[in-house]
């Protein structure tokens, strides 16, 4: 792709610039730690990797972080896997996340909306009660530090409860999703042993009410770890035996009271997607997320107590565990539980507006969705307050950037963002003093050492190459769930270059600073040694009325050649005649290259995604290379198994 002088999409004016709070970090940083004072972000991002220690000292003086006891020094060991940050201090995550409710406890701290789209707030002193109550309930129970905590819940104020008073504890939070299946909950929580287990009896979704108590029972059976259940009528059901009612333990006018644990005392349990094998069970620590999210959430999102922050998300994707450290920052946080598109396409835009939203969240491939459905969402909606859109769990497309640039308001920061579970934070995004130009996030993230590699571990610029993090992050996971030697925390990402983490995504670093992700490396398209990215080839395919969705797998055969289908799911009416092949093939020929025609367009009644909505490429070429089902791919981890069938089935004809 050319990175050859393009116009900014938006550039922020400079009066934002000067309010932005990275700005006036900068500022600061430059009187106390040495900092530049000129040079904008590029040189603050410069200063902050080649500075670590000194860069991240000053965010936990910037943001107040207090710790209980005095760490020795910032980095004690730099190694990675294995860094070791601040160690001898001691704080907790929970205590700093209720903290702003002091100055204004009578302001909403979280903004509950259902399907009806109504918000009902809930207040900084009220949630601080609540998680007072339950933490003294959790002791009661004989919940200590170190003991897993787990939560089958929706995006509600309860699971944002649960979790503050499992941190304020010193336990160790992990949710999953109700619309999860019991035995993919169970190939999550299994390999954590929860002692107590946080339930709803169903949920709400589409219109309808999925009732969840029959899984619950088995998630109960199969999970002998367990002490109590504690159960929500989300449906207005009775307790089952045995359990214990969410209201008996959250009404007692309770100070919380925050055990002081060590900076790297694990915090959350997340798992990796799980496709072709139990998840990975990642561990972050108290101090890493709390570091990593206020540098994220307070810098780079410019979130404060003036602001309300909404992204669509549910309890099994990191994206919520960053929604909720949104009250690290003072800020407002929204939680929507629905479908994102009940009644209409439109849902989201309409809770943006209904809560105030300034920063809103969502998918690349919701805009897209909006942008084809015909969505006109400053038409229909005062988005006045959003001052920020942003997109991930896919590259947002060139498209996606121009439409919420022409559909929302031209003065829009859009902030495309990508990063994993894996460090549950962003490794390249959104600044605020910074422009954006389409199809690119705008830069890597303060204190992230991003660059693009060759395979020799040659750095790249305006070439595509491996995303890879050659310093260590607070956030990096303090270690895997049953990974007693460290071997799978290891070949999870530092097999290819040792002491540097490779992600497994393609990308770009611009020559203008910014980056552009191609996609999953480890299913790269490679015809004749040229590595190309699925996400172009899915950008360009969907542009066209007729495609719904497409998946693009490439294939390397026995005989040394390389065979590579395109999928496509037909948007209803469609036919996949001569015309439309031509026009598929025209439309990749002249947009990427002759390179990224694929050999067959094959229609297919659907692409399989992960659970968290990511189109699965991996699996499928492992079918495709004639891998049993039962080894290609853990089923429990699949949003339609059946649809996968329908790739197996392919797989076996043309053997």
């Not at 929970?94 to 302001?107: F, K, V």
């Not at 853990?634 to 076996?652: M, V």
Request: with cysteine; charged share 20%; hydrophobic share 40%.
């Amino acid at each position: 792709m050319s990175t050859a002088n393009p116009q900014p999409l938006w550039q922020p004016d400079p009066e934002r610039i000067a309010r932005a709070r990275i700005t006036q970090f900068q500022a600061w940083a430059a009187e106390q730690h040495g900092a530049p004072a000129e040079g904008g972000y590029p040189a603050l991002h410069r200063w902050s990797v080649d500075h670590l220690d000194t860069f991240w000292k000053a965010v936990t003086e910037w943001f107040d972080v207090r710790f209980s006891t005095p760490y020795a020094r910032v980095l004690g060991d730099r190694s990675m896997p294995g860094a070791q940050w601040f160690p001898g201090a001691t704080l907790n995550y929970a205590e700093h996340a209720l903290r702003a409710g002091a100055d204004r406890p009578d302001q909403p701290a979280l903004l509950y909306v259902d399907e009806t789209h109504e918000p009902r707030p809930v207040t900084w002193s009220e949630l601080r009660r609540q998680v007072g109550s339950l933490t003294s309930e959790l002791r009661a129970l004989g919940v200590r530090p170190g003991d897993r905590v787990s939560g089958y819940l929706p995006n509600i104020t309860q699971a944002v409860v649960a979790l503050l008073a499992t941190a304020a504890v010193g336990a160790v939070w992990t949710s999953c999703a109700p619309d999860f299946g019991a035995r993919s909950v169970l190939d999550r929580f299994q390999q954590v042993e929860p002692v107590v287990l946080f339930t709803v009896d169903g949920y709400r979704y589409g219109g309808k009410e999925h009732d969840r108590r029959e899984i619950v029972a088995e998630l109960r059976r199969e999970l002998p770890t367990l002490r109590a259940v504690v159960h929500i009528p989300l449906l207005g059901t009775e307790a089952p035996e045995g359990a214990l009612e969410w209201s008996a333990l959250t009404s007692a006018d309770a100070e919380p009271v925050f055990e002081q644990v060590p900076f790297d005392h694990p915090l959350w349990v997340l798992y990796s997607s799980g496709t072709t094998g139990l998840p990975k069970a990642i561990v972050q620590s108290q101090g890493g997320i709390l570091v990593e999210h206020l540098k994220q959430l307070g810098l780079h999102c410019d979130l404060g107590p003036e602001d309300r922050f909404f992204w669509y998300t549910s309890t099994g994707w990191m994206m919520w565990n960053f929604l909720v450290s949104g009250l690290l920052t003072g800020t407002t946080v929204v939680l929507y539980d629905g479908s994102p598109g009940y009644p209409d396409t439109g849902a989201q835009w309409r809770v943006a507006e209904r809560t105030g939203a300034t920063l809103y969240g969502t998918s690349a491939a919701y805009v897209m969705a909006c942008r084809k459905a015909g969505v006109h969402p400053s038409r229909d909606f005062d988005l006045s307050r959003v001052q920020c859109v942003a997109t991930t769990g896919s590259p947002l497309p060139p498209d996606g950037f121009r439409w919420l640039h022409d559909e929302v308001r031209e003065d829009l920061w859009i902030a495309s963002v990508s990063g994993g579970t894996d460090v549950c934070s962003c490794f390249a995004g959104a600044v605020p003093t910074l422009p954006v130009y389409t199809g690119e996030l705008q830069a890597p993230g303060l204190g992230t050492d991003l660059q693009s590699w060759d395979p020799a571990g040659k750095p790249l610029v305006d070439e595509v190459g491996e995303l890879v993090v050659t310093n260590p992050m607070p956030s990096m996971p303090i270690h895997f769930w049953n990974d007693p030697d460290g071997s799978r925390y290891h070949d999870s990402y530092f097999d290819t270059y040792p002491g540097v983490w490779r992600h497994g995504d393609w990308i770009t670093l611009t020559s203008r600073g910014s980056v552009v992700i191609h996609g999953r490396s480890d299913s790269t398209l490679n015809r004749q040694g040229v590595r190309m990215g699925s996400a172009d080839i899915y950008e360009v395919v969907e542009r066209l009325p007729e495609i719904k969705e497409s998946l693009v797998i490439g294939v390397e055969q026995s005989d040394g050649g390389y065979w590579m289908p395109l999928f496509v799911q037909l948007a209803p009416g469609a036919v996949l005649d001569e015309a439309l092949l031509n026009r598929i093939k025209q439309a990749i020929r002249e947009q990427l290259s002759p390179r990224h025609v694929p050999d067959e367009v094959i229609e297919v009644p659907g692409v399989p995604h992960t659970l968290t909505g990511k189109r699965i490429e991996v699996p499928v070429k492992r079918l495709l290379q004639g891998t049993p089902l039962e080894k290609a791919v853990n089923p429990g981890s699949i949003d339609n198994l059946d649809l996968l069938r329908h790739y197996e089935e392919l797989a076996r004809k043309r053997a």
